[in-house]
């Protein structure tokens, strides 16, 4: 009687944990496989503005620059204002991943940036970061052609998880850090984004120069970025959407003892509903089977 009373509980229960770890599972991949606001690669073109003169692309980054990020970096994008930091020296490449990436322009001084889908086009990003690199020399250049061919994918595995996967997990889906921040998902970044973030070091991520992380390690960190982790492999089978060992075990663990659970009432169920009608008739099992013959 107990026994049958635990099972009524048990089996909704059972019921409900893998329903729910399936949604969950596919709420994730879900996730997972919608594009985020990151534009593609073959968006982005380095040659985009080569056409018009560079006098004409620093008057319009000139131009750009004063109607939208004046009144926070100062006209000369010097920080006079006291609200947005100097961006004289930082080089055209920092310039660039703000903007590719939507933190810049803030609405407001206090806000966090944040990504979202870029305010300026790729022409536009690249003149208002030529005019700004032309108020001083030196900081972080536009990347250079990252040659992919030859950039050794293990070596770059080895070297995310040792600098990134701290901040950014193995997988690359990111995560919390202290103080309100978070490192970002790194699952739709372009391989000039990562170029631009390591020699960087934008807000809490350190900056890693050439001495740290050579140009052909980082070669091999951008593959590994943008060709795993954007399209991971999961030789295990199912990827769970890739959010860390520990969601994945607890997903993993709710299938399996939910599994387990319906799977034990099922059997008990059957051995239960035999054992009631042997006292009942009276009949051993030998008679049934002679009785189903006749
Ligand atoms: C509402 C004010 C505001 C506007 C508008 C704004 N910025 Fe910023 N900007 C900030 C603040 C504040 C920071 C510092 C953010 C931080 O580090 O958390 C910042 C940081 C930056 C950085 C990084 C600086 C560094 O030290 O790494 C760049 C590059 C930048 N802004 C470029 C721009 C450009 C280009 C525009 C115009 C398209 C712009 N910003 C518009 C407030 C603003
Ligand atoms: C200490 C933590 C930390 C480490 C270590 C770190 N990052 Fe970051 N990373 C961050 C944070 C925080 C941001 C977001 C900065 C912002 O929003 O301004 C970021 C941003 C990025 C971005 C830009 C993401 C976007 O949305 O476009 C890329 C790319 C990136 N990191 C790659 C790397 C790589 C590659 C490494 C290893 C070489 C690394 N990071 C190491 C914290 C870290």
Request: net charge positive.
């Amino acid at each position: 009687m107990g026994l049958r009373l635990l099972r009524k509980i048990l089996v909704p229960f059972a019921a409900i944990v893998v329903a729910a770890s399936m949604a969950t599972l596919l709420m994730g991949r879900s996730h997972v496989a919608s594009p985020t606001s990151t534009p593609s690669p073959s968006q982005f073109s380095l040659t985009a503005a080569g056409s018009a003169s560079r006098k004409a692309q620093l008057q319009t980054g000139y131009q750009l620059f004063q109607v939208h990020c004046s009144f926070c970096h100062g006209t000369r994008a010097d920080g006079s204002t006291g609200i947005a930091p100097n961006l004289q020296g930082l080089g055209p490449g920092v310039v660039q991943l703000w903007l590719r990436t939507g933190w810049m322009p803030l609405k407001t001084p206090g806000a966090q940036p944040d990504n979202k889908p870029p305010a300026f086009n790729d022409t536009q990003i690249r003149e208002i970061a030529l005019w700004v690199a032309s108020l001083k020399k030196g900081g972080v250049p536009f990347p250079p052609k990252l040659h992919l061919n030859k950039a050794n994918v293990a070596q770059g595995f080895s070297l995310f998880t040792l600098n990134c996967a701290p901040c950014h997990t193995i997988t690359g889906a990111g995560d919390a850090l202290a103080d309100g921040y978070h490192a970002p998902p790194l699952k739709a970044v372009t391989r000039h984004e990562v170029y631009e973030a390591v020699r960087s070091g934008p807000q809490n991520m350190p900056q890693f120069g050439p001495k740290n992380i050579t140009p052909a390690q980082l070669r091999d960190i951008i593959k590994y970025v943008v060709k795993y982790i954007k399209h991971p492999v999961s030789p295990g089978g199912i990827s769970l959407g890739g959010v860390g060992p520990v969601a994945e075990g607890f997903v993993g663990l709710f299938i399996g003892v939910g599994g387990c659970l319906l799977a034990a009432y099922w059997v008990g169920d059957r051995t239960e509903r035999g054992s009631e009608e042997d006292q009942g008739s009276g009949e051993g099992p030998a008679g049934e089977r002679e009785a189903s013959h006749a």
